[in-house]
């Protein structure tokens, strides 16, 4: 550790190797496409697609993100959610001319019209994938995220007809994120009575998409048109994203870093690979040591869950008036004899988010320092 400036990314070579083997190993036929906001980082990218023949293709957050990974050779990017960027669509078109592989997200007739539009205007060619609604309603209780409008197999013929009729689009794909299932663990701490309320609503939700995802299969299948995929799920519902029939691929992505947030699941257990180590610049008072940044909050409702945590030395804690702040996080041990430049190490809540606020991932086996990757930012690339 010395070797390396802090504060610095680290990935344990060993649990990223493990994590892929492991989540390679769930996909029951099915191909893994990679979440890349999730990982944020070309090189490792490319080290996740080659440690298993499972894992085809990506799963990418926004077009100018797409055009960067397809100028770097990558191919199969299925954009995971729908965008409104004229430039990078344009650029998008031309790629698919020439080729290569990369599909646009749509949910209602003003994508459609817009990624036409641009189609024509550049005389090229976009691929399409239909997202859908796979939340779940408990009363008044919405049990999932808010998405696609499309939820039944009406609304989705209706799209699917129009797409038809556009001279510049081909549909080749049905999405369904069931959010409520790969994104909500059911393991929390200190949340015993909601964890049985959340697992009781996952297995109904299970079998509730499952036969929505099918009739919105079959009804397109019906009508003639060919799916190349049907994308489902994320690391926390691998088990059962992939016993269903139609669905072809899952997305995984979170797993493969495992964070904080995905220690709470009841159905895998992934070992932590991602962690960040910041300096103890001072030492305030004894048991408190103070690093420097730290302050790398996690997406979602803001709560506890979305910060970050110290996990070596063992035994530390935030303190709960500063939590990890801007540019200081003072760090509480009951017992640890450390000292300025010393590092602390922490544990983010979510995956791939850290990534933008490190240039590089530095990469240890048995201590030493194997591999450097550059993050997305340490490319220069800033896409959301
Ligand atoms: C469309 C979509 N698919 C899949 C995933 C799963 O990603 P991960 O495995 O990183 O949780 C997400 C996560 O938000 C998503 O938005």
Redesign the pocket.
């Known amino acids: 550790m010395k070797q390396i400036p802090l504060p610095a990314l680290l990935l344990d070579e060993a649990a990223f190797e493990s994590n892929c083997k492991s989540i390679a190993a769930k996909a029951n036929g099915k191909t893994i496409r990679i979440?890349t906001?999730?990982i944020r980082s070309a090189k490792v990218l490319q080290r996740i697609l080659e440690s298993d023949s499972v894992f085809k293709g990506l799963?990418c957050f926004s077009p100018r993100e797409a055009v960067f990974l397809i100028e770097k050779g990558f191919d199969d990017l299925l954009l995971?959610?729908p965008c409104w960027d004229e430039e990078a669509i344009g650029e998008i078109a031309k790629h698919n001319k020439n080729g290569r592989r990369i599909i646009c997200m749509v949910d209602s007739e003003e994508h459609i019209d817009f990624l036409e539009r641009i189609g024509q205007q550049v005389n090229g060619k976009l691929n399409i994938c239909i997202?859908v609604d796979m939340s779940t309603k408990f009363g008044s209780l919405h049990f999932g995220v808010r998405r696609s409008p499309l939820t039944n197999e009406i609304d989705v013929l209706q799209v699917a007809r129009k797409i038809k009729n556009c001279e510049h689009l081909e549909l080749i794909g049905l999405?369904g994120?069931e959010?409520q299932i790969?994104?909500v663990g059911e393991q929390m701490p200190s949340q015993q009575l909601k964890n049985k309320v959340v697992a009781y609503m996952k297995r109904k939700s299970i079998q509730e998409i499952a036969q929505r995802r099918k009739r919105m299969v079959d009804a397109l299948k019906q009508e003639g048109f060919i799916l190349t995929l049907v994308?489902g799920?994320?690391?926390?519902s691998m088990d059962t994203t992939s016993k269903e029939e139609v669905v072809t691929e899952i997305?995984?992505?979170?797993?493969i870093y495992s964070p904080l947030l995905f220690d709470y699941y009841s159905s895998f257990q992934y070992k932590p690979a991602l962690f960040f180590a910041l300096p103890i610049v001072r030492i305030p008072s004894p048991h408190i040591y103070t690093c420097l940044g730290g302050g790398y909050i996690s997406s979602g409702p803001a709560g506890k869950d979305k910060v970050p945590q110290p996990v070596y030395p063992k035994g530390g804690r935030l303190l709960p008036l500063e939590g990890a702040g801007e540019v200081q996080t003072p760090v509480y041990f009951d017992e640890a004899q450390l000292q300025i430049g010393d590092p602390i190490i922490f544990r983010a809540a979510k995956?791939?988010e850290i990534c933008e606020r490190f240039q590089e991932i530095v990469c240890i086996s048995n201590g030493q320092i194997i591999e450097r990757y550059e993050t997305y930012r340490g490319e220069g690339g800033c896409f959301l």
């Not at 799920?233 to 926390?236: I, L, S």
């Open positions: 979440a906001k999730s799963m995971g959610y997202d999405m994120y959010a790969a994104g994308n799920g994320g690391t926390g997305t995984v992505g979170s797993g995956a791939g």
